[in-house]
């Protein structure tokens, strides 16, 4: 069955304290690994999109790679803005679908 | 350009009723996604449609229906509501599709049944 698996579930970063978030992925015929991100009450916003394993892009403090099972989001000399919940999803070129994990909520603290 | 807008924002319906939700997407763009978000179960698929036509269904009851319109514009229907559907409602709209490019999502429809 096709998963997605984020962790760790919550993170509290001082302001500057860099870290990763991970996201596990077990998708038959993986054809794109997406990050998000969503603020409360509003609805996902588009990050990243990753095809490949090797494959890194990078926007702004955040850094996103992909392997052949998991994926990273690094965030460096992280800001208080930069607190939210933040997804990954891949899609399965198999079966047409979009599986998303339940996401990582990181809180920022100045 | 106009993001993604879904309408109402807001919805409060009794147990049994059925609504009907809203989502114009981005202009161009031909596929629209339907996802319920809820706190336990994260963000799940519904339903895909594109050029008017069904592409891909996830695992929902029957009860959850939707359709899409020669303009693209895309309604989400349910039926005989129950309290466990209470949740966020989200649209996402691509040019082509989830496989090809990102999505963009709208702000959602919180339905909340009493």
């Known amino acids: 069955e096709d998963q997605v698996t984020q962790s760790p579930e919550a993170l509290r970063l001082q302001e500057g304290e860099s870290s990763s978030l991970n996201c596990s992925y077990t998708?038959?015929?993986?054809?794109?690994l997406f990050w998000y991100r969503q603020d409360p009450g509003k609805g996902p916003e588009f990050l990243f999109t990753?095809?490949?394993a090797g494959e890194e892009k990078e926007k702004e403090r955040l850094k996103a790679t992909l392997t052949k099972k998991e994926s990273f989001l690094h965030i460096t000399a992280p800001k208080p803005e930069d607190s939210a919940t933040y997804l990954c999803?891949?899609?399965?070129?198999?079966?047409?679908?979009?599986?998303f994990g339940q996401g990582t909520t990181l809180q920022v603290k100045p | 350009k106009a993001g993604v807008t879904q309408t109402p924002r807001y919805l409060i319906k009794t147990r049994g009723q059925q609504v009907t939700l809203s989502c114009s997407p981005i202009?161009?763009?031909?596929?629209v996604s339907w996802y319920q978000q809820t706190p336990g179960q994260g963000l799940q698929f519904l339903f895909e449609?594109?050029?008017?036509?069904?592409?891909n269904k996830g695992n929902f009851p029957g009860r959850f229906s939707g359709r899409q319109f020669s303009n693209s514009r895309s309604e989400m229907n349910v039926s005989t509501l129950e309290l466990g559907d209470s949740a966020l409602y989200l649209c996402?709209?691509?040019?082509?599709?989830?496989?090809?490019?990102?999505?963009?999502f709208g702000q959602g429809t919180r339905l909340t049944v009493v």
């Open positions: 996402a709209s691509s040019p082509l599709g989830s496989m090809n490019t990102e999505a963009f």
């Open positions: 998708v038959s015929g993986l054809r794109g």
């Open positions: 990753l095809y490949s």
């Open positions: 999803a891949a899609y399965s070129g198999n079966t047409g679908k979009l599986i």
């Open positions: 202009s161009g763009h031909r596929s």
């Open positions: 449609y594109f050029s008017e036509t069904q592409r």
